[in-house]
Each structure stands twice: as C-alpha cells, then as structure tokens.
C-alpha cells in the first residue's frame, strides 16, 4: 500500500485548478496524468530575465522586465489584427504591447492611459518597431517580486509555459516535506537539500545544479532498493538443479565449431542451472554473436535431465525462426519442440497445451502467450528470453512468480548495455559475454547516400540481385502511425515490382500472420530475392545469403534500431553492404549518428552513444514496455552516483535494520514516489 503521505502528489491532475478540455489533450501527450508527473516535469532550460529601465533595439529577443507608461490604443482593425497598446519607457522610446483576440477589454483594464505599470516579456523587433506580445503586467510596486530567471518547460500544442508554471506551483504547494531517505552523513557531506525544498528550488533555477543532483541521487537510489530486494526474494526461491549428461548435446551435428565465448557462456550457464538458487542470467552479445547456439545448449541440458525449457521471443516472426532454427539444429535428436503463439487457436493449440502439460514437448518456443495463465507446464525448467531490451524488470518477476519453483532463467540481449545501465536494471543479474564473433565474419561496408541518388540505389540492387545475391529495403518509420508505415513499404514494394517482378517480397506488421510467414519463408528459401520490409525485421532475422540492406529515410531510425537492422546482413560467408538513404535537409543528431553507423560496427560505442543522445529510458524500450524509466538522471549522474546509491541501499537493507526502522520506512516512500511498488510488493509483510 502506498502511503499516505504520497496522497497528494498521486492525486489526478484534474484535482488542480484551470484543467479544463483544452489543457487535458497537451498533458496527456506530455504524459502529464498526475500531480507527480508534474512535479517531476523539470524545466528543460531557463531564460534570464534582463530588467532594465531603457527600451533597446539590441534587445530583441530578450525576456526583458522594465517600467512603461500606456500612451494610446490601437484598436483591431479586423480578426486578423491585434489590439495594440502603445507605450513609453521614462526616456520617451516606444513599444507596441500586442493582444490577440476579439476582446479587448481586458487589456484596457489591465494597461489604463498614463498609469505607470511594470510589464515583462519577450521584446521583438516588428519591421521598425519593438513590441512585446501578451505581457505579464504589474504595479510597479510589485515589480520586485519578479523573478530574475524563468524556467522553461517541455511543451505540447495548447499549453503554454505560463500554464505550465501555474501547475507546477499549485503542485509544489500541495507537495508534502516527506521524511528523509538518505544516509544523513551522504547527505551532510554532499550539501543536498531535502526532497521538498530540492524540488522546490529546481522550479524556481533549473541551473541549480545540487538540487537537480538530489533529486537524480533519489532516483538512481531506488532503483537500487528496488534490484536488492528483487534479488533477495529471488535468493530465497528454490528451484531444481539441473544437471544434464550431455547425452542430447553430443548428438548434435553442426555444420561449425562453438566459438571459445559460446563455450565459456554455455560453462557459465551450465554452472548455474545445477544450483538449487534459480538462475538469473543476462547473456549479452552483439548481432550475430550466435546467442541462438548457447540458448539450445542451455535448453538441451534442461531436458537431458528430465525437465522442460520454454524460449520467447519478442515478434512472431521471431519466434517461427527461432522454431524452424533450433529444429533444423536438433533434427535426428529425440526432442520434441513446439510452438505456441497468439496466433495458434483451437485443436491445434489445444493439442500444444496437452503436450506441455504431460510433458511429451520438450522446448516450447513462443511469444508472451507460452506465459499465459492457461499454460501448465509439466516441470519447467528453464525459460530462456530472446532480446531483453522489450522484456522488463515486471515481466521477469511475473514469470518468476508462475511457477511453484522457479524456473532458471535467462535473458539475451544484443543490445549491449553500458556499465551504469547494467547495475540500474540488470543488477540483480550475472551477466555472461559472447565477446568473439564466429570465424570467417566479412565486414559490413556502411554508405550514407542522399535520397535524391535513389535511382542510382536501384541500379547497384539490381547489380546484386543479377549477381545471384539478395536484399532487405527497409521502409522509413513513419511517426505514430503504423498504417502509413505499412503505406510506405507498400508503396516501395509497387514500385520496384515494376522492374524486378516476382523477386519482390513485402512484410510489414498489419499482414496477417500466415502472410508474413509465407513472405519470410518465400525470402529465406530464395524465392524471392528482396524483402521490403517495416521495422517487423529489426531483430534476429537470420537469412545469411542476404548481404545488402538499404534503409530508406536512416535519419528517422535511432541508433540502435539502425545497428539492430544492420544486423540482419554480415551473417553469410560474403562481403555485405549497408546502404543508409538519408532525406533532405539533416539536424545536427542526426548527421552524427549517421556518421557513427559508417564509422564503426561496434555496438558497444553504439550504444553508449545512443545512451548520450537519447537518455536511459527509450534505449532500453521501458517506455513502451510501461516500466518506469529514468525520468531524472542522466548519465552523467548515473556515473558519479551509481556507487553511492548502491552503498546506502545496502547499508539501509543490510544493516540499518531493513525497511522498518526509521530510516526504511522513509526509504518505502521514496520507492513508492518512483513507482517500484512490485519492488515493496515483495518484502515480507509489505
Ligand atoms: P544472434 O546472437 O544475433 O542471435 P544467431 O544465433 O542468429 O546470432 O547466429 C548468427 C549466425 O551465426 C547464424 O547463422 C548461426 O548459424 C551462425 N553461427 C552461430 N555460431 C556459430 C559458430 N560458432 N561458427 C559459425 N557460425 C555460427
Ligand atoms: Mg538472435
């Protein structure tokens, strides 16, 4: 249960005052619900305001705060034009205070003749003359209550920053002093202030540094609360060594060596599993590392000893490769392997549910639907979990939570994950590395052509096709709205049809399940030559004749999504080429990602760039997955404070008597206040 202190701040934002309609679409995009998501809604930047007593032409632009004297009134002349108020400064210099809107009324209330009124605002320059448009007007008394700095918000259509700082005070002022969380000599020898006052003062200066530390510090802080006692309950479960003879895995007959790093994973992971603690293991490797190999070891040892293993993947598409892979690869093994996804309806589903609960298959392959609470596993022994990056920290505890005893579980992930992520969400988690490529790799060569050269594109396509090779188009990821990406591809796919026929296949994520398996069979078989596609192919994909892969409209794909992509080529035995087709006119983050795709290959500097551009949150994907992300730290304060946060949570579980005594049940509060409630959930009597 939350506690009662937190009551106000989680309250809805329509308990505030001037919410109506027209401000309920903005804050929704903004995804502004509560009280507290406006509390935590920190100004992005500040403007200084220049007080003066003299109007400056040089001063346009500038927030200026300055004393003037209304003149006269220049009435609208029709619906377009505002209402103007002319005024003075004290040495005679002009300036146009401008209203829109029919009413103007109120203006002239507020800007009476000759009555000296302290008005601030953005000063423009319009042709000759300087205006400010809808002032904040005051007594000229009062002007020593204005703020020198204002902050400035993040913005959405229909809210202004004005409204913006009226709700973020009426927030502040409804904010309770909750008690203090942090270790009181971290918290003496740093200078913060408390939670409340830090808040309050980052509202008021976004440049105060201190208190924009603080309030990241309690961030990062229960996040690591939050890893502790996930892992202290997941210590305490009990699951089944499982130990192997290795009878299933000597039967295998590959057409390659393991790699040292496959070997080493697969020791790591075998080592776990005969523990009685379950296993919690992420195993990372770049694209085309050969996770897939170390998975079926893993689900093969499960099942030498007499247990079940269960592998999920994150696409249908997916999860059929996954299923077609691991079958080519234990064919003439007596292992029994199905798959279930959303898709699989009546007798046939029926049939997979029988087998799983009396144990005739083996290895369940699937989508979130293996999970589901109809699927009764006879005795599941290991769930293995492809690409992590859309599985979070509330998935993997639901899971672990199904059965009586826990299954040993592990994670993989190609997208490598930077040092201070790794402790922030993965730290209850050991981690395994494929650091080595399998042999015998060929460079992927990555070119960035404007998208006028699209001709030029066609023909070197055309070159590679003839040459016996095959390729992906990848169509532009169209904004919020997955219908015109579809159009897109659609399109794209007409259009080459017109020169290259029936080599051209299309997939995109509307198709119909059998469809897109009937596109993705078409294309690894070789029948057709190139494969338009959405986004559907961005992770796993393996077709390793396919060694070019143009990607249309780069710039809108972010970093990881464009080395993910890449990834689908570079996995045969040929050179392979990626062409990024970039539009017209480039931002500065754009061009540079662009420029690091050609650069390197690296994923790790892919990643920790993608860290630097785009924050924690979206490269993990927690924020379509619903987790809460990091809404304050940067990487910046993840680096510098990531230690002492794990310091102080461990002194306050371990031995400052646990989240009951004084300070844990301050510590409670602050995991509520970042919404690690499954995190309570767990404590014993919480
Ligand atoms: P990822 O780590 O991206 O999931 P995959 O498991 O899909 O990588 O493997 C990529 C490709 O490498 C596959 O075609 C796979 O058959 C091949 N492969 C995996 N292990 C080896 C190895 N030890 N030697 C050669 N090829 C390998
Ligand atoms: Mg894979």
Not at 99 to 125: D, H, Q, T
Not at 338 to 364: F, P, Q, Y
Request: charged residues 25%.
């Amino acid at each position: 249960m939350r506690p009662d202190i937190l009551n106000p701040l989680f309250a809805e934002i329509s308990v505030l005052k001037g919410i109506g309609p027209a401000l309920a679409r903005p804050l929704e995009r903004l995804g502004l619900a509560r009280a507290v998501d406006i509390a935590f809604h920190l100004p992005v930047s500040w403007v200084d305001r220049h007080l003066t007593d003299e109007l400056d032409m040089a001063d346009a632009g500038r927030v200026i705060g300055i004393e003037l004297t209304p003149v006269d009134y220049k009435a609208s002349g029709g619906a377009r034009t505002p209402f103007r108020v002319q005024a003075t400064d004290r040495y005679g210099n002009y300036v146009s205070l401008v209203y829109f809107g029919k009413n103007s009324g109120w203006p002239r209330k507020l800007l009476p003749l000759n009555e000296a009124k302290f008005v601030s605002g953005k000063l423009e320059s319009y042709g000759e003359t300087l205006q400010i448009v809808h002032p904040d007007v005051l007594p000229p008394e009062e002007a020593g209550s204005v703020p020198s700095r204002e902050s400035v918000y993040g913005l959405s259509d229909g809210l202004t920053n004005n409204r913006m700082r009226d709700l973020v005070a009426q927030v502040l002022a409804r904010a309770p002093d909750l008690p203090e969380w942090i270790e009181p000599s971290l918290l003496a020898q740093k200078g913060w202030p408390r939670w409340r006052e830090a808040l309050t003062r980052i509202h008021a200066d976004p440049s105060d540094a201190q208190a924009r530390e603080r309030l990241a510090y309690d961030e990062i802080l229960a996040g690591q609360l939050a890893l502790m006692l996930v892992r202290q309950s997941s210590r305490r479960r009990r699951g089944v060594p499982i130990a192997g003879d290795g009878r299933l895995r000597a039967m295998l007959k590959l057409p390659f060596a393991p790699t040292g790093a496959q070997r080493r994973a697969f020791g790591e992971i075998e080592g776990d599993m005969a523990q009685a603690t379950p296993m919690l293991r992420l195993l990372q490797g770049d694209v085309g590392s050969g996770k897939t190999l170390v998975a079926l070891m893993a689900l093969l040892n499960a099942v030498e000893a007499g247990m079940q293993g269960a592998m999920l993947a994150p696409t249908e598409i997916l999860a059929r490769q996954h299923y077609e892979t691991l079958r080519k690869m234990a064919s003439g093994l007596p292992v029994e392997i199905a798959i279930l996804t959303g898709r699989d309806k009546g007798k046939v589903r029926e049939a997979t549910l029988m087998g799983l609960a009396d144990g005739s298959i083996d290895i369940l392959v699937g989508t979130h639907a293996i999970f589901q609470e109809k699927v009764q596993y006879k005795a599941l022994g290991l769930a293995v979990i492809d690409e992590q990056h859309r599985f979070g920290v509330a998935q993997r505890m639901m899971l672990a939570n199904k059965a009586t005893q826990a299954p040993h579980l592990l994670v993989m992930t190609a997208t490598p994950i930077p040092r201070t992520l790794t402790l922030t969400y993965y730290g209850e988690m050991e981690v395994s590395k494929l650091d080595e490529m399998p042999p015998g790799r060929q460079p992927i060569q990555t070119v960035v052509m404007a998208a006028t050269r699209l001709d030029e594109v066609v023909d070197a396509l055309a070159r590679h096709v003839g040459g016996g090779g095959q390729a992906y188009w990848v169509c532009p990821l169209v904004e919020e709205s997955e219908t015109s990406d579809q159009a897109a591809a659609e399109a794209r796919a007409e259009s080459l049809r017109l020169r290259f026929g029936e080599a051209v296949g299309l997939v995109h994520g509307r198709m119909k399940g059998p469809d897109k398996d009937a596109a993705m069979e078409a294309f690894a078989a070789n029948r057709t030559q190139i494969l338009v596609a959405t986004t559907v192919i961005e992770v796993g994909v393996d077709v390793p004749n396919s060694s070019l892969i143009i990607i249309e409209g780069a710039e809108r794909f972010g970093l990881a999504q464009l080395h993910q992509l890449r990834g689908r080529v570079g996995r045969g035995d040929k050179p392979s080429v990626c062409l990024l087709i970039r539009g017209g006119a480039l931002g500065e983050t754009s061009r540079a990602r662009l420029a690091l795709m050609r650069e390197t290959n690296d994923g790790f500097l892919i990643a920790e760039e993608d860290l630097r551009l785009r924050g924690a949150g979206e490269v993990l994907g927690t924020r379509q997955s619903g987790e809460a992300a990091l809404k304050l730290a940067t990487p910046e304060h993840m680096a510098a404070l990531i230690d002492p946060a794990r310091d102080d949570a461990r002194l306050l579980i371990e031995r400052d008597g646990g989240l009951d005594s004084a300070r844990g049940q301050a510590a409670r509060v602050c995991l509520y206040l970042f919404e690690k409630d499954a995190a309570v959930g767990l404590l014993r009597g919480g």
